[in-house]
């Protein structure tokens, strides 16, 4: 193949197999989303530029190293969707529904774009599911939201771990980003490049710094949950203690930053096993500004998003494997029977089976063949025999035994033993 025509760099194919994995993790995030009374929200893949430098800050590295921008055909300065929060609060925003009610409650599955170094688990396109809640300032829903994502990790079926943090409010920063900006120009000499131009622009991001010697000197730097204040520290002592009585495990990290200028308060990481370096698997916090920053009113906000890609990574790790695209392929033994085995299929399709069959009027053997290769659960088996006697002849795929199953009771036996 023409070089130039291969997939653009850091974003991958999903394919057939192992994209049932990635419609798994989706499809249990969606529902458990539904269940806790969210509703669909869903924002154009780009937005006018102007909403991300106001909502994430111009000298976040976001804004400075990641984001996809251009410049439409009427000249207009458009960005690719680096995250869902600023465009879920715009569309409240403009479309007014502050004013239907309160609280809003949004979730949503949508890819992002970053400009990232490409590396496992780390894409310039990926897949966020997530959830977002406006109007609603107290612990109580920062507990229900940590609550609603260990849920949705256990119904998948990983063991998440969760860092915990608070960023205090901009009263809070403003006592607290002096006394770390002091710490980190005594130090400044043995820092990194990277560390030293933070300094001025935004310090709390060297906690994330990930050379080594820069994290011993940040092992020693003041902390922010030193310097929050009453509101703060009650709101956060709040979170804490309906934690505990939902017996949510979580680890203190005061160190835990983000990478969106926004997050005040609370601030919560999501981390998996077998993922190496790159194991987070989820995160968010609360914004409670953004609101006003884009225009608005005093609009409390917190979210998460979940790293769909990472997820799967992580389920592979454990030893998940893709379930099943097809619950039965229907194999016809003669070439006359094949508008039976058509009627057979539209039948099960109606009931919701997944189901296919073979049009191409390939031998029986080469049928089996495909049923086994995409992963059928049974083979429902159409012959002459079969067809005088009012029955189907159901093999089992994984112990090849057989069965007559008589035609009226077909989609039942398929139900039951599924």
């Not at 979170?239 to 997050?263: A, C, I, Q």
């Not at 790293?307 to 006359?336: H, M, N, W």
């Not at 299929?345 to 069959?357: F, K, M, Q, V, Y």
Request: negative net charge; proline residues 6%; contains cysteine.
């Amino acid at each position: 193949m023409n070089p130039q025509l291969t997939g653009p760099k850091g974003v991958p194919d999903w394919l057939p197999g192992r994209s049932a994995l990635y419609e798994r993790v989706i499809d249990e995030a969606l529902s458990t989303f539904r269940i806790y009374g969210f509703g669909r929200i869903e924002t154009p893949a780009f937005e006018n530029t102007d909403l991300f430098l106001r909502g994430l800050s111009a000298d976040s590295e976001i804004v400075t190293k990641e984001m996809y921008t251009f410049e439409d055909k009427g000249g207009r300065s458009l960005t690719l969707r680096p995250d869902m929060t600023a465009p879920v609060m715009r569309s409240a925003l403009e479309h007014s529904l502050h004013r239907k009610g309160l609280p809003l409650k949004f979730y949503y599955a949508v890819p992002v774009f970053r400009h990232e170094r490409p590396q496992s688990g780390r894409y310039r396109q990926h897949t966020q599911v997530g959830v977002e809640v406006l109007g609603s300032p107290g612990p109580e829903i920062d507990a229900e939201l940590v609550l609603l994502a260990f849920d949705v990790y256990r119904r998948i079926g990983i063991d998440v771990k969760m860092r915990l943090n608070s960023l205090g409010h901009s009263e809070c920063r403003a006592a607290y980003l002096p006394v770390l900006q002091s710490f980190l120009r005594a130090r400044e000499q043995e820092l990194c490049p990277d560390c030293k131009r933070k300094i001025e622009t935004n310090p709390l991001r060297t906690f994330d710094c990930k050379v080594e010697s820069d994290r011993k000197i940040m092992a020693d730097a003041p902390l922010i949950t030193s310097h929050l204040c009453d509101d703060c520290a009650t709101h956060f002592a709040g979170l804490r203690h309906l934690l505990e009585k939902s017996d949510v495990k979580f680890v203190e990290d005061p160190t835990l930053v983000r990478g969106l200028d926004y997050y005040v308060r609370t601030l919560f990481e999501f981390t998996a096993p077998g993922l190496g370096a790159q194991d987070a698997v989820g995160g968010g916090g609360r914004y409670d500004g953004l609101a006003e920053l884009l225009g608005g009113p005093q609009l409390p906000g917190i979210g998460f998003g979940l790293g769909v890609d990472r997820i799967v990574l992580a389920l592979e790790s454990g030893g998940a494997l893709a379930p099943p695209q097809l619950d039965v392929f229907v194999v016809c033994a003669t070439e006359a029977l094949r508008g039976n085995a058509a009627e057979t299929a539209a039948t099960l399709r109606s009931a919701g089976i997944r189901t296919d069959l073979d049009l191409d009027g390939r031998p029986i053997k080469a049928q089996f063949k495909a049923a086994d290769r995409l992963g059928a659960r049974w083979a429902v088996i159409l012959g002459d025999r079969e067809i005088s006697a009012g029955t189907y002849t159901v093999r089992d795929m994984l112990s090849g035994e057989e069965s007559p199953v008589a035609s009226a009771d077909l989609i039942e036996k398929i139900r039951a033993q599924s």
